[in-house]
Structure formats: C-alpha cells, structure tokens
C-alpha cells in the first residue's frame, strides 16, 4: 500500500509526498487532475496524460496536513474525478501542427481504435513511416540492382547508393524512435529533444536522397519522385504529430540569460583537455614496439583522469612510426557502439598530410580524433560535382575507398555502395585538424567535410574549400574557435549547429559568381534545425586583397529550402558585406517562410538601416535571440562539458 500526504504548496501547484519512496508508485490514478500535476520525488517535469483511466482513489490512505485546504481540495476533487470525461482529440486539430494536414487526415483516419491522446496519434505515424522507408530501401535496392547492367554514369550510381544509404539510415532512427515512445514513461527533456533531432534527420535524410537524384540530372529521378514523395510528406507528417505530442507532454521552455546562460561548463579551464593535447604532443614514436605502443592506453587514461574519460588512443602518422599510417585503419580499430560513459577512443594525429577519404560510420561512437594544429595535420582530397561526385559524397572526410561492395557501370567506373556519410559516429570530437578540398573553385560544389553526427564538436579546426566547403547536414553540432573558408554557400546544410568565436572567411569567387556565407536548409517548420552564428567574425580571407576594383558582392546568407533558419548573433561583419545583407536564391520563394535574424553585431557590415524587407527577416529581441544559444538551441549544455572544450551557454553580457 502507498500512503500519500496530499496538501496545496504556495505556487498553486498540486504536489505529493510519498511517505515510503521505495515503494512504485503508479501515475495512472491521477491523470485528469491537471497538466502542471507534479510528484517532485518521482518525476521533474509535469505529467500530460489525460488519456489513461482513472483508477479508484479507494486504495489510498490519505493524511491530512495541518490546514484545511487538502480536504477542501480533496472533497472538490471526488467531485471532479465523478464527472471527468476527457473526449479524444480531433484528428483535424492534430493535423494542423503538420506541414500536410490533409495526408495527416488520412492516415490517422485508418487506425481501427482511435487513440485517446495525440501522443498515440504520433506512435502510430513512426509505424506507418518504418513501413515506407523499408519499402523505399527495397526500390532503390531493386534500381541498383538493375544498374550493374545498365549505363548509369558515375554521379547516377553515386546518387542511387547516397539514396539507399540514406533510406537504410532513417529505418534505424525511427526503429530507435519506436523504441523510444514504447517506453515513453523513461522520457525527460533530453530525450525529447533527441527524438526531435532525429525525425528532423530524417526528413533531411529524403530530401537528401532527392536532391541528389535531381543533381545526377537522371531518368531515375523522374522514376522515383512519386515514391519519394510520399515517403517525404509522411516524414513531415510524424515529424508534426510527435514534436507537438512530446512538446504538449513534457517539453518546457529553457531559459536563461547572462554571459554563460547559467550553464556549468561555459566557463571551465579547459586544464583536463589540455592536459591531454600537451601528453599526446610529448610522445615519441613507438615505432612499432609493442611495449611502447601498448603504454599508451595507460598513460593517456591518466592524463584524461582529471576531466576526460578516455577508453583507449592509438597514433597515427604518415611515417610509419606509430599504431597506424592510416586515419581511416585507426577508426576501423575502434571499438563499436560505444557509450559516453566508455570513454573516448583517442585517435592522435600527428602532424602530416594525409590524402585519404574518411569515414566515421554510424557504429563508430564517441572517437576524439586530435592533430598538431591548423596546416599542420592536414585531410586532404579533391572530389567535386563537376568530376561525377554528387554533393553529398564529395567531401574528403567522407569515403572509404577499400570497401568491397561495388558496381560496375560501362566497365569503365567502379562504385563504392556502403557509403558511409563523412561523420555520422555520435559523440565525435575533432581538434586541431585541417579538412581541406583542393578541387578549387572551377570545379563547383566540393564538399570538405560532411557532418551528421548528433551531439558533435570540432574544436581549433579549419575548413578549407570554394563552393560548399561546410557540409551541416543533420543532428546537433558544435564549432568553436574553427576557420571556415569558402566562396559560394560555403556553410550549408539542414543541422542544429552553433558555431562560437569561429572566422568565417570568404575567397574570390569565379567571375560572375556572389559569395554567400551560409545557406541553410530547412524544408519543415516543424524542424528543430538551423545555423546560429554567435560572437563570430565575418570577413574576407586573408588573402584576398580587396579593392575599388572589387566587383564580388558577399552575402551572410541565402534560402536554400522554403523553411531556411539562420541567425548571427553578437559578431563582427565586416564591410565586404552587401547593405541589403541576404540573397534571394529563387525570385521570392521562401522569403515569407524563412527566418533570418541578426541580433547585437558590430562592425562596418553590420548596419541594418538598408536590410532587406522580406517578412521572414528579423531584428532579433532579446527573448528571440535566446532561443539560438547553445543552452536552448542544442542543449549543448547537457553533452559539451564530456569534451571539456569552452562554450557560452547563452548570449554575451556588454
């Protein structure tokens, strides 16, 4: 039996004490009480079920407090609980949370027994979407299939595997998320705002996969439009139905203000991480002996004692002298699936250039990989749309070249199949590195490096290339301190990504062309997505002398989808910036569903007076500026301080 002491506390909430906490206690009796109903030993957030039934209060033994109030409240109560009747939400309401209410209405209008919450609504729509994205991984398995006898080119092929990789991927997210809901009574707010990121991942994932197949310029995109399509709009979908369930349940709104947002971690010393950097930097080569190269896991385990918890590190160099000569053979030795609490697999790059194609895949969690420095531990490659290699596989920090599953087109290519993307092992960690692509700006768009991995940070790393240097494609992620070069959309992509006190740099371009810093692709307003640029400076690269003769006009940013979000907040621009400050990317689509804010810049750039009038442009006030800092856009607060590397939780105080 629970005994319970039920009283009124003076916030008006109504709140329990359990009286014997190592007793279970079931929620369902409670549930029609209110939505701010609290058990504060059992639960830190309001419970949102209306659905359940109400269970009989006559197994309860009730103690009054020392005033009348609890059995006021208790007699009002009974009274309540004998005429409770909770109707069951309108699927036409749920549907308007979602980007395609009709199609919404017409899913949810096959369940046999309608759900009494819109948190079932949201349950059944990932069902409906794990059946239509193994269907779309059959199809574009049976194209591929078919293509080793026909004569597909080498951007066809490429941008069929980047589709069956991408449709193999999203079953396995939204198998976690299935996961995830079952088990919703283990839910918190971090937890949500993972489920989120991961239905927004996946939603990018098929629009991903369709452009693409539109880039290839093949017979196959007009094949496969329809199924991509439905696949597509029910993403968005349940996208929609489960952020508004999840949003309606448990998420609150994360405020806080001041130079750190109060967050612990802004601030830190960062005496752990460069404890680390300064050990990894005093060993010598172990030159294969096994005595020394085995050392090293303690050694390092030690020196990460005091803040990093480190699993095991190996070296790499170009010499020979070490563990591996080879990024992508240290990454292969990692261990799979690890967890945070694991620790990280260190990888020590010495300084070098390293001309390879890496890949990070999914299995290969929470791996630090840390150079010598900017231009001195250099991943170098030259992949570029112009030379046959779609956009989303250009990058250098992308493909593994020894993989053996492949298909032979024209007897002339041969293609690799498991695509992994560039980054996609959550929890990865990369400092001090040069990312670079060298296929230099005739060749167009050419990615340096690809990232979709959840909760990942690059410390002290440059970026280096033309047209889409900085490919964000999903998840969560963290800049600080990195340089980024580019010319045209040279930061790009659909993630929720912060970047801190980076240099954004911007190169000539080829005549005729107009530099933009960012373009950001957001195609779902229910998407928890976007670029926040905060405390940053923008301006041209060092080598590129500007002059009267100058006839490049540079923009922060350009709507790459319909739903584009990008924000500068607290940074320099500079005077290379056009006055009106934004781009149209086609004629006025978007500019009423876009967002782009600026918010407390400084500089010669950042006059606002002339910018444009589009109703998606905002001079951001404080409380929308909040809601781009890392404590509240990312959460970063909860997973950067395991990588010891400084951040600011909230915004600046001037």
């Given at each position: 039996m629970i005994f319970l002491k039920i009283y009124i506390h003076m916030d008006g909430l109504l709140k329990f004490n359990e009286i014997r906490p190592q007793t279970f206690l079931s929620t369902s009796a409670f549930r029609l009480i209110s939505p701010n109903f609290r058990f504060p030993h059992l639960f830190s957030r309001p419970l949102y079920k209306p659905s359940l039934l109400l269970h009989s209060l006559s197994h309860f033994r009730v103690y009054k407090t020392m005033n009348s109030l609890p059995f006021i409240f208790l007699l009002l109560l009974s009274l309540n609980f004998a005429g409770a009747s909770v109707s069951p939400p309108s699927s036409t309401a749920l549907c308007k949370s979602t980007l395609y209410p009709k199609l919404c209405r017409s899913i949810l209008s096959s369940i046999r027994f309608?759900?009494?919450?819109?948190?079932?609504?949201?349950?059944?729509?990932?069902?409906?979407?794990?059946?239509?994205?193994?269907?779309?991984?059959?199809?574009?398995?049976?194209?591929?299939?078919?293509?080793?006898?026909?004569?597909?080119?080498?951007?066809?092929?490429?941008?069929?595997?980047?589709?069956r990789e991408l449709s193999d991927l999203n079953v396995e997210f939204l198998r976690s998320i299935e996961s995830v809901l079952e088990a919703a009574e283990g839910v918190d707010e971090e937890l949500v705002e993972r489920v989120e990121s991961t239905l927004s991942a996946i939603v990018t994932n098929g629009q991903t996969c369709v452009d693409g197949l539109v880039e290839s310029r093949s017979s196959l995109g007009k094949a496969l439009s329809a199924p991509l399509l439905s696949a597509g709009?029910?993403?968005?979908?349940?996208?929609?139905?489960?952020?508004?369930?999840?949003?309606?349940?448990?998420?609150?709104?994360?405020?806080?203000?001041?130079?750190?947002?109060?967050?612990?971690?802004?601030?830190?010393?960062?005496?752990?991480?460069?404890?680390?950097?300064?050990?990894?930097?005093?060993?010598?080569?172990?030159?294969?002996?096994?005595?020394?190269?085995?050392?090293?896991?303690?050694?390092?385990?030690?020196?990460?004692?005091?803040?990093?918890?480190?699993?095991?590190?190996?070296?790499?160099?170009?010499?020979?002298?070490?563990?591996?000569?080879?990024?992508?053979?240290?990454?292969?030795?990692?261990?799979?699936?690890?967890m945070p609490q694991d620790g990280y697999f260190v990888i020590y790059v010495r300084e070098g250039y390293y001309e390879e194609y890496v890949v990070v895949p999914k299995f290969k969690t929470n791996i630090m990989l840390i150079g010598d420095g900017i231009n001195r531990t250099i991943i170098t490659g030259n992949h570029n749309v112009v030379d046959g290699w779609t956009t989303y596989n250009s990058s250098t920090f992308n493909k593994n070249e020894d993989l053996k599953a492949t298909i032979s087109v024209r007897k002339r290519y041969v293609y690799d199949l498991r695509r992994?993307?560039?980054?996609?092992?959550?929890?990865?960690?990369?400092?001090?590195?040069?990312?670079?692509?060298?296929?230099?700006?005739?060749?167009?768009?050419?990615?340096?490096?690809?990232?979709?991995?959840?909760?990942?940070?690059?410390?002290?790393?440059?970026?280096?290339?033309?047209?889409?240097?900085?490919?964000?494609?999903?998840?969560?992620?963290?800049y600080r301190e990195c340089d980024i070069y580019g010319t045209v959309d040279f930061i790009f992509g659909n993630a929720a990504a912060v970047f801190q006190q980076c240099n954004l740099y911007a190169r000539k371009p080829l005549p005729n062309q107009k530099n933009a810093f960012t373009a950001q692709g957001r195609t779902d307003p229910n998407q928890n997505t976007g670029i926040s640029i905060h405390n940053c400076t923008i301006k041209a690269a060092p080598d590129w002398v500007m002059d009267s003769n100058t006839t490049t006009t540079n923009y922060l940013g350009r709507p790459w989808k319909q739903y584009s979000r990008t924000v500068y907040m607290q940074?320099?621009?500079?005077?290379?910036?056009?006055?009106?400050g934004w781009l149209e990317w086609n004629g006025t689509v978007g500019l009423e569903t876009l967002y782009y804010g600026e918010y407390e810049n400084y500089g010669p750039g950042a006059n606002t007076s002339l910018r444009v009038n589009w109703p998606g442009f905002s001079l951001m006030n404080l409380t929308q500026a909040m809601n781009f800092t890392v404590y509240n856009f990312t959460m970063g607060d909860t997973w950067l301080p395991y990588t010891d590397i400084p951040f600011s939780g909230g915004l600046l105080i001037k």
């Open positions: 309608s759900p009494s919450d819109p948190y079932g609504y949201g349950k059944f729509s990932v069902k409906q979407c794990i059946k239509q994205a193994i269907k779309m991984s059959t199809v574009i398995g049976d194209y591929l299939d078919r293509g080793r006898d026909s004569r597909l080119n080498r951007r066809e092929a490429g941008a069929l595997s980047d589709c709009e029910l993403y968005s979908v349940s996208l929609g139905l489960v952020s508004n369930a999840m949003s309606r349940r448990w998420k609150k709104r994360r405020e806080k203000g001041g130079g750190n947002g109060g967050v612990p971690g802004g601030g830190r010393s960062r005496e752990a991480l460069n404890t680390l950097i300064k050990g990894l930097h005093k060993m010598e080569p172990c030159n294969n002996h096994s005595t020394k190269c085995s050392g090293r896991k303690r050694l390092l385990t030690d020196l990460g004692s005091s803040g990093i918890l480190i699993n095991n590190t190996v070296v790499v160099s170009s010499t020979g002298a070490d563990n591996f000569t080879s990024i992508g053979d240290a990454i292969a030795f990692a261990p799979n699936n690890s992994y993307d560039a980054v996609c092992g959550d929890g990865f960690v990369a400092i001090d590195v040069t990312f670079r692509n060298t296929a230099g700006p005739e060749k167009h768009q050419a990615v340096a490096l690809r990232n979709s991995a959840d909760l990942s940070t690059f410390y002290r790393c440059s970026f280096e290339g033309y047209q889409d240097t900085l490919y964000v494609h999903s998840l969560r992620q963290f940074s320099y621009i500079g005077d290379l910036i056009s006055p009106v």
